[in-house]
T-cell receptor, first 114, second 113 residues
């Protein structure tokens, strides 16, 4: 299994500002995943972060809005840039236990943009 | 790409009654199948998973699910609901050839005393 520490757990931010979310895993993993969970909805994959290369973004998500860093095999950050109220969501990082294995999730960051 | 359908965004059951949460997936090749639970203000926790082998899988907290290839389904059940089961439940699949997870839209379970 993997233990994922994600912070902050919640934040209230002013529109137009940026927030960086940190994700720390207790073991080395090749890929880390960032999801968004809008109120009352399911999880949507934002991007996949590999160490040593640029993140791969899903349709509808762009690097300028959601820049991701992956400096090593246990850590990643997601920045939500130039925030608007529409960015109010829960953001979750995730890793896989291995090929075909389950996904492990951080506790999530509940972001409210006012 | 896969799609995952969870019938019923809200399900209410009485305490002690059977819990049945439905999940269907779209794939000609059986994927790996998962059920996750999300309690308020928390991340997702794995309930159970199916990869290969026995099609009836048992998970934590008395939940189980049965993989039915012919019906492309992976419904979650629990014989007797408990108040602590009230949460959001997500069905998810991952392709056997990749790492991406696909989540259903979730089912909010309410347990009535």
């Amino acid at each position: 299994s993997a233990v994922i520490s994600q912070k902050p757990s919640r934040d209230i931010c002013q529109r137009g500002t940026s927030l960086t979310i940190q994700c720390q895993v207790d073991s080395q993993v090749t890929m880390m995943f960032w999801y968004r969970q809008q109120p009352g909805q399911s999880l949507t994959l934002i991007a996949t972060a590999n160490q040593g290369s640029e993140a791969t973004y899903e349709s509808g998500f762009v690097i300028d809005k959601f820049p991701i860093s992956r400096p090593n095999l246990t850590f990643s950050t997601l920045t939500v840039s130039n925030m608007s109220p529409e960015d109010s969501s829960i953001y979750l990082c995730s890793v896989l236990s291995g090929f075909g294995g389950e996904a492990f999730f951080g506790q999530g960051t509940r972001l409210t943009v006012v | 790409a896969q799609s995952v359908t969870q019938l019923g965004s809200h399900v209410s059951v009485s305490e002690g009654a059977l819990v049945l949460l439905r999940c269907n997936y779209s794939s000609s090749v059986p994927p790996y199948l998962f059920w996750y639970v999300q309690y308020p203000n928390q991340g997702l926790q794995l309930l159970l998973k199916y990869t290969t082998g026995a099609t009836l899988v048992k998970g934590i907290n008395g939940f189980e699910a049965e993989f039915k290839k012919s019906e492309t389904s992976f419904h979650l059940t629990k014989p007797s609901a408990h108040m602590s089961d009230a949460a959001e439940y997500f069905c998810a699949v991952s392709e056997t050839t990749g790492n991406q997870f696909y989540f259903g839209t979730g089912t909010s379970l309410t347990v009535i005393p």
